[in-house]
């Protein structure tokens, strides 16, 4: 199946510092990537979507400031957080997926955020 | 907004028994998936289904996009230790394909 790869796979940052967190497509063109956040034996929640190319477009009550999507190729996205708190704290899971219909939504093996 | 009903939302169960859980909605998908997650690893992808009617199997999971379309199964057949985990059903129902998430089921064998 389709690879795809996050790095890191943990950080922990101070408060009111940034973090870049990298999910990458191994071994498929990925014209649309996911950024989720999950809390503790909950579902994924997904914060935005975005295109390689365009700017993401951001669920509802997802601060399109504090946390920057950038999509800025075929096999590489970014979600960086803006002057991190210890609510952002949290599981980010990233998924990409190909061209076309009929294509599944492929998730990386998530970072795991702690703010201090 | 839109949700997915999974059941069951949690199974004890011996090791070699048969599983099944399944997600229902009233709404039409147009794909459904169903993905495992691990604790601390994000959800891999075990089956994913995109016609009506469509049976798909892979080792000893089976699914199966309901005929209506707004249901999906999923079978795990003679359980082993590695079974364990969060088992979540997954669909998009327009182009944008963002995926509409069940609550999940966890399966627990037991020694």
């Known amino acids: 199946g389709a690879v795809v790869s996050q790095h890191p796979s943990r950080v922990i940052c101070k408060s009111g510092t940034s973090v870049k967190i990298e999910c990458r497509s191994l071994d498929f063109q990925a014209t649309t990537m996911f950024w989720y956040r999950q809390f503790p034996k909950q579902s994924l929640m997904l914060m935005a979507t975005?295109?390689?190319?365009?700017?993401?477009?951001?669920e509802q009550g997802v601060e399109k400031d504090k946390f920057l999507i950038n999509h800025a190729s075929l096999t590489l996205s970014t979600l960086t957080v803006t002057s991190a708190h210890p609510e952002d704290s949290s599981f980010y899971i990233c998924s990409a997926r190909g061209r076309g219909p009929a294509t599944a939504q492929y998730f990386g093996p998530g970072t795991r955020l702690l703010v201090l | 907004g839109q949700q997915l009903n999974q059941s069951p939302q949690s199974m004890f169960i011996q090791e070699g028994e048969d599983v099944s859980m399944n997600c229902t909605s009233s709404s039409i998908f147009n794909t459904w998936l169903w993905y495992k997650q691990d604790p601390g690893e994000g959800p891999v992808l075990l089956i994913a289904l995109y016609k009506a009617g469509e049976l798909t199997s892979n080792g000893r999971l089976t699914a199966q996009f309901g005929i209506t379309r707004k249901d999906s199964f999923l079978n795990i057949s003679a359980s082993i230790p590695s079974d364990v985990g969060i088992y979540f059903c997954a669909g998009t129902v327009d182009s944008n394909y963002q995926l509409i998430w069940g609550a999940g089921t966890k399966l627990i064998i037991k020694p």
């Open positions: 975005s295109n390689e190319g365009s700017k993401a477009t951001y």
